[in-house]
């Protein structure tokens, strides 16, 4: 389409975009193909919500922003401003654009499918000449549309007006409105719930063919019944092959766990099938980072301490990092669990807790996340537990934060805030302590800010403290060392209004119906994209 003024039409795309920081496809034209026309159309919220009409015309996808959004309604007329045209490696982008970039915001597929120009035969030369009549096919959008030009643009940066409209066909329906179908015809997903979670990022700086960057982190696969039989058959110790490792086992019919009423004891067999069947979801949330363990060895129901050195006799292939800035009589290497089988051998190690740090190994300095710790008194009942978590839910949800909470498998709520990389410690510490206090100030008869136990009266401590290196707070899934091996479970914001919940509802035995009922439902704190709001 370089005959549309003579230049590159993806040139004025390039030079909209610091692509060293975006994660869009910088793009390079490919040569036609063969097959029919594409077209999407993106649901955008960036400064202010539109949808992007995009046609792929000579390579490239020639585009509108439309802010009401396109209509099957032939009564109706829809502004189109005609902006840069877009690489074709567009097309199927999902996901988050950052904030401070051009086009900053979140973006779902509304609908795409195929079109076919009406009049003039060629497309090219309708968008030059400020008219072109079309007939879509797709999920959504179907039948005879029209773009005309009702204003040109001009040099001072004005875009060309345009208008957008349906023809009164088969596929016509009056009142028909965008905004009642917000879902991706990709993912089934709203724009909300993209932002949340995005899938994938788009890298400019890499080809097209690799642009794509998944943003999960790479989740192991489940064991396999064939290995989880073969623990089964182990006797009191032996060597359990999973994961691709060899993992030395032992004393796997020792009770860990005391029964709760009505139950068995819990046997360090059955602690070592639950981190094997866990490690897929949680891995995720402990890779790259150091590991602190809550060791048990006699159980549960023994005295447990922490360790966080690696020992000497561990396998070779652990994966493990060197801490810098350790000081001489500090931990010098870490556990870190990049692979499933760590976390087997980390059970089997007798540790009964899972604490990762809220920071990467490449940047110890540098959190992740903001932690709340809802940390009930011995007087604080769980109405009075869920009445702070609820205040907290009234406080993220005001400062438009994304936060996620889990009971702790003992008495607490936590709640997760992921940020992007960038505020220190003393930072989030800080950020975290106002919101604490503002929060404290509604309720302030439950709350005490003391840090002695002693001293607080039996109330509850909104414990901000945990934003520090080297402090944690219990990994997502980490069974909890009381009886019934109980986990540390994520929630959503909506079950604090749940009667049955409870800090230890769920158990390592009780849990795989949980994830197969609602999945993960912290999976959205893997995003590190939020800034943080100023808390006066």
């Known amino acids: 389409m370089a005959s549309r003024g003579g230049e590159d039409p993806l040139e004025r795309y390039r030079r909209m975009r610091d692509f060293a920081r975006t994660p869009e496809p910088s793009g390079e034209r490919p040569e036609p193909e063969d097959g029919d026309r594409r077209f999407v159309v993106q649901r955008h919220r960036a400064t202010r919500r539109h949808y992007d009409f995009r046609l792929e015309i000579d390579g ?14 032939p009564g109706a007329r829809r502004l189109a401003v005609h902006v840069e045209d877009h690489p074709i490696e567009y097309l199927h982008f999902e ?29 090219a030369t309708g968008v030059r000449e400020g008219e072109l009549h079309l007939d879509l096919h797709g999920e959504k959008l179907a039948g005879r549309f029209v773009l005309v030009r009702t204003e040109k643009g001009d040099s001072g940066g004005d875009k060309e007006q345009w208008m957008l409209l349906h023809k009164k066909d088969e596929h016509a329906v009056e009142g028909w409105d965008a905004e009642d179908h917000p879902r991706s015809v990709l993912t089934r ?13 788009w890298r400019s700086d890499l080809p097209a063919a690799e642009a794509a960057v998944e943003l999960r982190a790479e989740a192991p696969e489940a064991p396999t019944l064939e290995q989880l039989e073969a623990l089964d058959a ?35 067999r059955e602690l070592l099938r639950y981190a094997a069947a866990i490690a897929p979801v949680v891995v995720p949330y402990l890779a790259g980072r150091a590991l602190n363990m809550h060791r048990y060895p006699q159980g549960a129901g023994g005295k447990g301490f922490w360790h966080k050195e690696l020992p000497d006799h561990a396998p070779d292939w652990l994966p493990r990092w060197d801490n810098p800035d350790a000081d001489p009589g500090e931990t010098q290497t870490y556990l870190v669990v990049d692979e499933a089988a760590a976390l087997v051998w980390a059970a089997n190690y007798g540790a009964l807790e899972w604490h990762p740090w809220t920071s990467p190994t490449e940047a110890p300095d540098r959190p992740s996340y903001v932690l709340f710790d809802i940390d009930p008194g011995e007087r604080t009942g769980w109405e009075e537990t869920l009445e702070l978590a609820r205040l907290h839910r009234t406080a993220f949800d005001h400062m438009e934060v994304r936060a996620y909470p889990k009971v702790t498998g003992k ?12 505020p220190s410690f003393d930072e989030t510490r800080e950020w975290a302590e106002k919101v604490s206090r503002s929060i404290g100030t509604v309720l302030p008869d439950l709350i005490s800010w003391k840090w002695q136990l002693k001293e ?6 909104l414990d901000y403290t945990q934003n520090a290196v080297n402090k944690t707070l219990v990994a997502p899934y980490s069974p909890r060392p009381a009886p019934g091996a109980p ?10 209004d749940d009667p049955d919940l409870r800090p230890d509802r769920w158990t390592i035995r009780s849990l795989p119906d949980r994830l197969e009922e609602v999945g993960d439902l912290f ?13 006066r």
């Open 487 to 496: 986990v540390s479970v994520p929630i959503s914001w909506d079950e604090l």
């Open 234 to 268: 182990l006797g009191e110790e032996g060597d359990w092959e999973v994961f691709g490792r060899t993992v030395r086992v032992t004393n796997l019919d020792k009770e860990l766990f005391p029964a709760r009423e009505g139950e068995q004891p819990v046997s360090k």
């Open 411 to 422: 008495r607490g709520i936590q709640v997760w805030v992921p940020i992007a990389p960038g």
């Open 456 to 461: 607080r009266n039996g109330r509850a401590r």
């Open 189 to 201: 997903r709203t724009n909300a719930e993209v932002k949340a979670d995005p899938d994938r990022l």
């Open 60 to 73: 490239v996808l020639v585009s509108w922003a439309v802010p009401k959004g396109p209509t099957l309604d």
């Open 523 to 535: 999976r959205p704190v893997l995003h590190h994209d939020q800034r943080l709001p100023k808390v």
């Open 95 to 123: 996901g988050v654009i950052p904030e401070g970039e051009y086009g900053g915001g979140d973006v779902i597929v509304w609908d795409m499918g195929s079109w076919e120009p009406v009049k003039p035969d060629d497309p």
